[in-house]
T-cell receptor, first 113, second 111 residues
Framework: AQSVTQLGSHVSVSEGALVLLRCNYS??????LFWYVQYPNQGLQLLLK??????LVKGINGFEAEFKKSETSFHLTKPSAHMSDAAEYFC???????????FGTGTRLLVSP | DAMVIQNPRYQVTQFGKPVTLSCSQT?????MYWYQQKSSQAPKLLFH???????NEADTPDNFQSRRPNTSFCFLDIRSPGLGDAAMYLC??????????FGPGTRLTVL
């Protein structure tokens, strides 16, 4: 079955620290992978996407993610957290031939001063 | 700017009173989606239109209906809202199923 696992429902970091949000997918065929961010009472905004062009994907707001086929992972990182990064982050996958996304359960990022 | 617009942003209805949520887009995307999102949960797909073809998720209650009169507009109708239908409703669009662009959502409260 298609699934996405986000390890850690909450991640807390200090401002300026490294951000690492984990995402693993289940598939023998690399899917299309996405990271979305959601601020309170807003819709989802696309941070970045992997579509097989490059394994290291750079997105908006200084975020990037690396696709590792051997680990079936697509972890999201940012070298230095900012207070404005506090939000909910969703990893999602889309499998070839399907128009639907499969979302992970989300990770809430908390940033302390 | 090309975008996905949802109206209203906040909707209050009474238990059992039909309600309609609206979504419009200026992206000219052929696929439109409706999601339900409850607090601290991932969005849950209710249904989507691929062009004019309606695709209902197997676990979407019959209480939820949708209409897409043209490429730009899509509506979500809740025929008899219950307390459990209180949620954020998100509309999204995509071009042939590629990355999805989300609207700001409509927060539905059921009294």
């Amino acid at each position: 079955a298609q699934s996405v696992t986000q390890l850690g429902s909450h991640v807390s970091v200090s401002e300026g620290a490294l951000v690492l949000l984990r995402c693993n997918y289940s598939s023998s065929v690399p899917p299309y992978l996405f990271w979305y961010v959601q601020y309170p009472n807003q819709g989802l905004q696309l941070l970045l996407k992997y579509t097989s062009a490059a394994t290291l994907v750079k997105g908006i707001n200084g975020f990037e993610a690396e696709f590792k086929k051997s680990e079936t992972s697509f972890h999201l990182t940012k070298p230095s957290a900012h207070m404005s990064d506090a939000a909910e982050y969703f990893c999602a996958v889309r499998y070839t031939g399907f128009q639907k996304l499969v979302f992970g359960t989300g990770t809430r990022l908390l940033v302390s001063p | 700017d090309a975008m996905v617009i949802q109206n209203p942003r906040y909707q209050v209805t009474q238990f059992g009173k039909p309600v309609t949520l609206s979504c419009s887009q200026t992206l000219n995307h052929n696929v439109m989606y409706w999601y339900q999102q409850k607090s601290s949960q991932a969005p849950k797909l209710l249904f989507h239109y691929y062009d004019k073809d309606f695709n209902n998720e197997a676990d979407t209650p019959d209480n939820f209906q949708s209409r897409r009169p043209n490429t730009s507009f899509c509506f979500l109708d809740i025929r008899s809202p219950g307390l459990g239908d209180a949620a954020m409703y998100l509309c999204a669009t995509s071009l042939r199923g590629d990355e999805q662009f989300f609207g700001p959502g409509t927060r539905l409260t059921v009294l």
